[in-house]
């Protein structure tokens, strides 16, 4: 399974992106998938997830601003980012494993991308 992610850039703070990550290869073994994502310095943390059934979990950081989607016949996941923090400046990451639940550890995915970078300035 090969993960790529596109969408990130350079904003101002207030501003919106809109991640996407399109899965390839074996897809059959892509159930639930997530985004996470790493500041200089810092663990990778999560962002946020979205089960086989399509239930979506959130990190308290992001809820209320960020909004995890997939399109499942297009194999494609996307991470709707509003409201954009200069905290939120990482690189972000789109993950996926082989089974349906989804988890907030990193560790529990067995897919990664290459990463996207996220600049907001103040």
């Known amino acids: 399974v090969q993960l790529v992610e596109s969408g990130g850039g350079l904003v101002q703070a207030g501003d919106s992106l809109r991640l996407s990550c399109a899965a390839s290869g074996d897809a059959l073994n892509v159930k639930a998938m997530g985004w996470f994502r790493q500041a200089p310095g810092k663990e990778r943390e999560f962002v946020a997830a979205?089960?086989?059934?399509?239930?979506?979990y959130s990190s308290e950081a992001v809820e209320g601003r960020f909004t995890i989607s997939r399109d499942n016949p297009g194999n494609k996941l996307y991470l709707q980012m509003n409201n954009l923090q200069p905290e939120d400046t990482a690189v972000h990451y789109c993950?996926?494993?082989?089974?349906?639940?989804?988890?907030?550890?990193?560790?529990?995915?067995?897919?990664w991308g290459q990463g996207t970078q996220v600049t907001v300035s103040s």
């Open positions: 979205i089960n086989g059934v399509g239930t979506t």
């Open positions: 993950a996926a494993r082989a089974t349906a639940v989804a988890f907030r550890t990193a560790r529990e995915y067995e897919y």
